[in-house]
């Protein structure tokens, strides 16, 4: 699955996104920079080869790349804290990478930065299960953990799509989400604590295994920072019992209307399904052609819900989920048998990324989150914008959650055609914002969303969040170019702009 | 002491923006209920009180949207009314402390529990209030107002100030606004009692049950004679949601180990609802206004060794929630420290933290009210604070005496 996204755009070079200038005082001590990396991180812990740096020159977002200056990959806490320590000393930049499946291009590298890739920090440290809690390396991925305490009946919730690849650590950058965190939240509903290394080399723990760490709560403010605020080592997550059962329902409807009007009963039935997906025609026959779920021929959209729990729960709620979407006009309802039947509905969903790759030369995967209320609205508007930039869109989304993700269908090897692409992407996302939503619900905002931070916050609001930066990484080391369309100087920031001597506020009340 | 009243946001920025003009210390109240908590707001001078209670109300609710916004001076039982009526609640179960410090029930606000970040039995399973806070809008130490976060469950936007900001206690910013997610009342909630266990059996079949699959969402250990007139210790279960659902989790709780043979009583609805509204207001140790009272929160397995940790140097009574991972401790008011010694030491060896709730206010005085932090931590924190309030004029030196 995750294959056909990397091999979308091999041989695609340009980078037309502005990133910050690369330093020619920085480029030109490359050499003697790597032989100080070498020293912390002996043997192969250094990649300094062009060619070996290919591997790294771009994330999950393909159509971005850049070789980095070196890679470097430290193989515990300490390593970590001097190479921090030895970039803020020398100037560097700092790229931290985990899997590199980073949609938004957060993990993209610099040309005059390092990437600090935490491969090495593969290892399960403890589970705990009195505490319901386990400790891994931040370079473990996602799957490894719920497959680890799968034979005690346990798993780790946040479940993305990319979960065979992607790792814990990435996870908590981006506050992942995956189909389940309707019901179970995302990465940072479900973890603990963290250990972190901050620029300047210092390594604080945040959280533990207790509930409501003491003091700020800093493990939430790092959780979903895109790297930009320190370097994760080591997590502590949550895991759960297993449901009992979960069974699914695949429903079919004439409209999207109807379908999203579906949706929103459910939720307004007070029933929190374990998932609730959605599927346009377009989508939903990519995924019928791709792995034959047997999905419903005529629908114009397609539900799955999911509910999970004891089996008298569950067979109630199948109940009253298929009473619901039969008021709301499903011209078909089946409901899964056996596990068997259940992983099928699900598998044509899973695949709908690849599906729709086998449809289109290249797609563009959006994520802008919108209430539940406007889905309608918001797809006949889509589909709007589709015929005016002639290009076909394939919506695949988390409707329990308003999350939407549209696939954007183009052919890099059109001229024109990707810069068209971009922009309906972003008149996209902007229609989110104006409905009440947000530009990104999970994959965050890296350097694909970043000039579009305008559209969601003002100035001040903008500011308040890069005095946190600052907070983290007053010389902006840190992954520069990620999530902030304006670099400001921290001392700029800093600044206030106070009046003496004003009248204090004459007209209020005052005892 | 001079009270500023406020009506509106624009009232908080202009009124922050003259006192840090002026470097004049604010004191922000809400119900005023948890001054007593952390702290005494101090500045060079006695801090002036920006009473934030006027600017209350819900400014948005959209039931099938399971969202709600409401102004920080909007008292929480008006707020779980509004919701009532549709069917839905607060999923974080937030405790009203105000009778701890001698304060009426009932007057404290939504603000001071985002503040706070005060969270009641149900943070076992759903989250506490940081989880459930969507959005704010706020006005930070500069004077300026800014918002965060959003209305939608799924968003990744930026930094998540709503974290760093639920739960500061009023140190970092102004809230003006908060929009919560709500979730749908289940219809139907029982409670199981194991009575007569000690405190290792009894956090030993939560931990259990809270391993299984009946989805307890809220667990305590109450050791005899802390509740009065209660001469055996009650270990409680809560179940919730539909009606059959329940049915078969208890059914499935009472049959298997380790439950399996001992004495059970059940207790429905209207029981069990008192039942976790006395633990989460913490009504055993809110009549004795001497006693030194701590909040501890420590890995639930490890609560009974730290209060026997505790309990062999002195004569301390206690009650656990989440668990095991929340223990309420009472110490007798003649300790010179409060305690804090011993009960930091405790802590700090089985991992955790420990605040002072309620002490005497010599004790108070000297000794941190929150756990202290490591240096590399505490830097770092006042870096935070420095970012949003840059002249320190914000409930100075109520989280630490140096921030
Ligand atoms: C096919 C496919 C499906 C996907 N499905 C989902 C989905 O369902 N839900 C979802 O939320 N996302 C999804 N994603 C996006 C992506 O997998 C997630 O964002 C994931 O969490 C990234 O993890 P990673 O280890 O690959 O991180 P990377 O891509 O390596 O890095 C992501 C960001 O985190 C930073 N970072 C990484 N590790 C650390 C660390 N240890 N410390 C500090 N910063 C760090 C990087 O600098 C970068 O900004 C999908 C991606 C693909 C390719």
Request: glycine share 10%; net charge negative; proline share 6%.
């Amino acid at each position: 699955m995750l294959s056909r996204v990397f091999r979308l755009a091999e041989n695609r070079y340009s980078i037309r996104m502005q990133m910050p200038k690369p330093e020619p005082e920085i480029l030109a001590q490359r050499e003697s920079f790597i032989r100080i990396l070498r020293k912390i991180v002996p043997g192969e812990g250094v990649i300094s080869s062009q060619e070996e740096l290919r591997a790294y020159e771009c994330d999950g977002l393909t159509a971005y790349r850049q070789r980095p200056l070196a890679v470097v990959l430290p193989a515990d806490t300490n390593q970590v804290s001097e190479v921090l320590r030895a970039c803020s000393e020398c100037g560097v930049k700092i790229v931290p990478r985990g899997a590199g499946t980073s949609l938004s291009g957060g993990a993209l590298p610099l040309e005059d930065g390092i990437v600090l890739a935490l491969g090495k920090f593969n290892r399960i440290l403890e589970i705990d299960y009195d505490n319901r809690i386990a400790v891994v390396q931040s370079g473990v991925t996602n799957l490894r953990i719920s497959d680890t305490i799968a034979p005690q009946g346990f798993y780790y919730a946040p479940d993305p799509s990319s979960q065979i690849a992607c790792t814990i650590g990435g996870n908590v950058a981006e506050n992942s989400g995956g189909v389940h965190c309707l019901k179970y939240g995302l990465t940072t509903n479900n973890i603990l604590g963290l250990e972190m290394v901050l620029m300047n080399g210092n390594i604080v723990r945040l959280g533990g295994r207790h509930l409501d760490a003491e003091g700020y709560d800093i493990m939430g403010l790092v959780t979903g920072s895109e790297g930009l605020l320190g370097v994760i080592t080591e997590v502590t997550v949550r895991i759960l019992p297993r449901p009992e059962t979960a069974r699914a329902l695949l429903l079919g409807f004439p409209s999207n209307e109807s379908a999203g009007n579906c949706v929103a009963r459910i939720i307004g039935a007070g029933i929190t399904p374990a998932g609730l997906e959605m599927m346009d025609k377009p989508a939903a026959d990519a995924a019928e052609a791709f792995c034959h779920p047997g999905y419903p021929d005529n629908a114009q959209a397609v539900l799955i819900v999911e509910l999970d729990g004891v089996k008298a729960e569950v067979d109630h709620l199948i109940g009253e989920v298929e009473d619901i979407a039969v008021e709301a006009g499903a011209t078909s309802v089946r409901t899964s048998g056996n596990e068997e039947e259940r992983l099928r509905f699900w598998a044509g969903r899973k695949a709908a990324f690849p599906a729709v790759g086998r449809i289109s030369p290249d797609y563009f995967c959006m994520d802008g989150t919108i209430p539940r209320g406007r889905l309608a609205e918001v797809l006949a508007r889509i589909a709007t914008m589709s015929n005016q930039f002639g290009l076909r869109v394939a919506n695949v989304f988390h409707a329990g959650d308003g999350n939407l993700h549209p696939l954007i269908l183009y052919d890099a090897n059109v001229p024109g055609e990707l810069e068209n692409a971009e922009k309906f992407g972003a008149e996209v996302l902007k229609l989110c914002v104006e409905v009440g939503g947000v530009l990104t619900g999970e994959h965050g905002v890296g350097v694909e969303k970043r000039d579009l931070m305008g559209v969601m916050f003002d100035e001040d609001d903008l500011k308040h969040q890069q005095r946190v930066k600052c907070a983290f990484d007053p010389a902006g080391r840190l992954n520069p170019g990620k999530v902030f369309p304006v670099l400001h100087r921290c001392a700029e920031l800093g600044r206030m702009h106070v009046h003496r001597g004003q009248v204090p506020f004459p007209h209020l009340p005052h005892f | 002491m001079d009270t500023i009243n406020v009506n509106s946001a624009e009232d908080v920025a202009e009124v922050i923006r003259w006192a840090a003009a002026d470097e004049e210390a604010l004191e922000l109240v809400g119900g005023g209920t948890k001054r007593g908590l952390g702290h005494i707001a101090t500045g060079d001078g006695a801090p002036h009180q920006l009473n934030l209670s006027a600017l209350s109300g819900i400014a948005l609710y959209e039931p099938e949207e399971l969202v709600v916004s409401a102004r920080p001076g909007t008292t929480v039982i008006a707020l779980e009314q509004a919701l009532a009526t549709e069917g839905q609640r607060l999923a974080f179960e937030p405790p009203d402390w105000g009778p701890l410090y001698g304060q009426p029930i009932g007057a404290s606000t939504i603000g001071g529990i985002v503040g706070c970040n005060l969270s009641g039995p149900r943070r076992l399973i759903a989250g506490a209030v940081r989880d459930h806070v969507l959005g704010l809008s706020c006005v930070s130490g500069r004077g300026e107002e800014f918002k965060c976060g959003g209305r939608v469950v799924k968003n990744v936007t930026g930094y998540d100030l709503c974290k760093v900001l639920t739960g500061s206690y009023g140190t970092l910013a102004a809230i003006t606004e908060v929009t919560l997610r709500v979730v749908p009342a289940p219809a139907r909630t029982s409670t199981v009692m194991v009575s007569d266990l000690d405190d290792a059996q009894g956090i030993a079949v939560l931990a259990t049950a809270l391993s299984g699959k009946s989805e307890i969402s809220a667990a305590a250990h109450i050791p005899a004679d802390v509740e009065n007139g209660c001469e055996q210790s009650l270990t409680a279960m809560r179940l919730e949601g539909p009606g059959p659902s329940v049915e078969e989790r208890l059914n499935m709780l009472g049959t298997s180990h380790p439950l399996e043979g001992l004495k059970m009583t059940i207790l429905d609805d209207e029981e069990s609802g008192q039942f976790w509204r006395e633990t989460r207001n913490v009504v055993a140790f809110a009549n004795n206004q001497n006693c030194t009272l701590w909040r501890l929160s420590v890995p639930p397995s490890q609560g009974p060794a730290v209060t026997a940790r505790i309990s062999q140097k002195v004569n301390a009574r206690w009650f656990y929630d989440w668990g095991g991972g929340l223990i309420w401790l009472e110490v007798p008011e003649d300790l010179s420290d409060g305690g804090a010694v011993l009960i930091r030491d405790a802590v700090a060896e089985f991992g955790g933290h420990a605040t002072l709730v309620r002490g005497a206010e010599q004790i108070k005085a000297n000794f941190p009210i929150f756990q202290p932090q490591p240096s590399a931590l505490s830097n770092l924190s006042n870096h935070i604070k420095k970012a949003f309030d840059p002249n320190g004029i914000l409930n100075p030196n109520r989280m630490a005496r140096d921030g």
